[in-house]
């Protein structure tokens, strides 16, 4: 089994930033997607970012254009830089990894999963 651990979570102002890391300890078998996914009290998880084994990203509409997802040269470090952040961008996020079909943005097709990191915005 994949372990991944997220970092970079916290309370921050709207318009403000973050970076998220997520660092796996090796490489998933099921898949190569990974990607940021996150939760809000009451509502279900939902795809925030992803990218596949090429490189390739994509993104909810709601986070189009503030967020943006990478990794390093290993693939085994992941990062979410998220900036102009609102007070609906709240939630709890998680890493993600052990995926396929990224585009789908779909948490059900990914098999790893980290413990998450709190992203609290306040306006």
């Known amino acids: 089994q994949v372990q991944l651990v997220e970092s970079g979570g916290g309370s921050v102002q709207a318009g403000g930033s973050l970076r998220l890391s997520c660092v796996a300890s090796?490489?998933?078998?099921?898949?190569?997607?990974m990607g940021w996914f996150r939760q809000a009290p009451g509502k279900e998880r939902e795809g925030v970012a992803t990218i596949s084994t090429t490189g390739t990203t994509y993104y909810s509409d709601s986070v189009q254009g503030r967020f943006t997802i990478s990794q390093d040269n290993t693939k085994l470090t992941m990062y979410l830089q998220m900036n102009a952040l609102k007070p609906e961008d709240t939630a709890l996020y998680y890493c993600a990894a052990g995926g396929v079909a990224c585009y789908l943005l779909s948490p059900a097709l990914l098999s790893e999963w980290g413990q998450g990191t709190q992203v609290t915005v306040s306006s």
């Open positions: 090796r490489a998933s078998d099921s898949g190569g997607c």
